[in-house]
């Protein structure tokens, strides 16, 4: 199966899928889709999400992605989660934009598509977290957020790796002047929004790395994929190039 992997340690496997993961999507959702509330074939979401959760050694079940509405809200996944009846598990994950879990061979994920994927993990205490962040996550501060549950699992800040994923990059994210606002009122600095464009433009990549800078994240152990998804969408699903109604990438981190 073909993932972009990333490398944070051992004992942890942290990816991105492609459009061309494996799958049987089309048009828009060609290929491999495995989120369901972006209007694919309900089948083809299946098939996509039981292809991975094979290639992860994993059931489909253990495969846990919210239903993200750009909130800085974040939800710990226990145990207890698998024991909730679906309509139970469904109403849990509703609004959430972070998980966060302890548990080994539970593959938590965030689905993307030009929006920023998060993936967070501490080496010593062995817990883990997935973040979607659209611009307006960043400035409600999902990041620190999510890093504050994981401090709560007994995580310290210097412990933590961080992957960015694929996402849109400065040079494609242009936006106007209430997003500059918004930025600049959340307390982030003015080297973020790029005015060598017509129209501004903010980095997402360096507003996220500049959060978990500020919480005590060191820099060093900050990767960022450095892959527009709006150039290559190709490769990577992108709502600004394909319309909001195509796939997503799935950006997942599992406890082995």
Known sequence: MNLLEYHLGKGVRAFSTLRNSGGVGEGAYASFNITPYCGDA?????LCRTELAQELGITEQRVVLPFQTHTNQVKVVEESFFDFPLQEQVAYLEEVDALVTRLPGVCI???TADCVPILLYDFEQQVVAAVHAGWRGVVGHIARNTVEEMKKLGSNVSDIRVVIGPSIGPASFEVGDEVVRAFLASNFPDRVILH???KPHIDLWAS?????EEIGVNLQNVQIAGVDTFTHSDSFFS???LGLNSGRIFSG???Q
Not at 208 to 212: D, G, H, N, T, W
């Open 42 to 46: 309900p089948n083809n979401v299946l």
């Open 109 to 111: 994920g965030v689905s």
């Open 196 to 198: 060598n464009y017509v």
């Open 208 to 212: 996220v790395a500049f959060e978990l």
């Open 239 to 241: 709502a600004r190039q």
């Open 253 to 255: 981190i599992l406890l």
